[in-house]
């Protein structure tokens, strides 16, 4: 396929962008469809300042606080996703960096999952260090987790706690060390069209092998509680921008999904999403398992 710049991409009408990047999709995808579920193993009191995030210590977000849970209970977590239909599971955990006795309950939790279960162990931790990448590695962790947020242009708009160079040097070091990356960002922050340009070229540049996708909802309590969502129409050529120009990256949508597409989110995989994560968010419910199996039906007889 040619080039696409971003004005012809935008001037196209809507079904032909949407056959478009589902062209780009059966081509490079096929029929693979993927379901994620993750454990929130360490939730709030972060030092960080993303404007977005009701997990950070500087703002007054209601959400549920706690410390590292233990080895076992994220065990649990995963034999759940499994049960849910997940093939991957992620642990995530708030703040910047973790302690390396943090590190080494994860690694065994990675290690148990690994042996005993059907699911694939995946891990979003912040700013982790080589030497800790190699020992969760070791342990039998798959993917790493480090979202780039937006673009590096509008990326201090959101965050000035820490800076973007930062995380794209920890997604090249996963890279480097052998193991699959996860990395998207979230949209309706105030990004223009050219910053998700920008972001989705990064992405392919650095090589990922999946891209979240995200759509901003407010919350009560951070600095972007009173910022408008993006219109259904918005999220879903997002989400053709992505494939268009990652092609053979698994494009998964996540948060968001359902209050911007609400009963159309079928809309989101015709045009070129291939995952989703189930199961719910980091402080946020989400649909049911089993509604989210019912959509994943439905785009499978979508696509055949």
């Known amino acids: 396929m040619r080039r696409l710049t971003l004005d012809k991409i935008l ?11 589902n062209r780009v999709r059966q081509k490079n995808c096929g029929g693979k469809v993927e379901a994620c579920g ?20 500087r703002y007054s977000a209601d959400i549920g606080r706690h410390p590292l849970v233990s080895a076992a209970r994220m065990v649990e977590a995963a034999e759940q996703a499994q049960v849910n239909g997940a093939t991957r599971f992620g642990i995530v955990t708030s703040g910047n960096r973790l302690s390396p006795g943090e590190l080494e309950i994860i690694a065994k939790a990675i290690k148990s999952v690994r042996q005993n279960l059907d699911i694939l162990p995946c891990a979003s931790l912040g700013c982790i260090s080589e030497k800790g990448l190699i020992e969760l590695k070791r342990a039998g962790l798959v993917r790493y987790h480090h979202n780039l947020e937006t673009s590096k242009r509008f990326y201090p708009e959101v965050v000035t706690t820490h800076n973007y160079d930062e995380r794209v040097r920890i997604v090249k070091l996963a890279v ?9 960002g979230i949209f ?36 972007f509680e009173n910022k408008e969502p993006i219109s259904s129409a918005d999220a879903v050529k997002i989400v053709a921008i992505f494939r268009i120009i990652l092609k053979n990256a698994d494009i998964k949508v996540v948060a968001g999904r359902e209050t911007i597409l609400k009963d159309f989110q079928a809309l989101l995989y015709m045009a070129g999403a291939n995952g989703m994560m189930i199961g719910g968010y980091l402080t946020k419910q989400g649909r049911s ?16």
């Open 289 to 304: 398992s089993a509604d989210d199996k019912e959509l994943l039906g439905q785009v499978r007889e979508l696509w055949n």
């Open 11 to 21: 001037s196209m009408p809507f079904d032909e962008l949407i056959l478009t990047a």
């Open 188 to 223: 309706g922050l105030g990004e223009t069209w050219q910053d998700r340009m920008d972001l989705a070229n990064l992405l392919k540049e650095l090589n990922v092998d999946a891209a979240p996708l995200n759509f901003f909802i407010p919350i009560k309590g951070t600095p």
């Open 176 to 184: 480097s060390l052998g193991l699959e990356v996860c990395s998207g």
């Open 38 to 57: 993750i454990v929130n193993a360490k939730s709030g009191s972060c030092s960080e300042d993303c404007k977005f995030c009701a997990q950070s210590a």
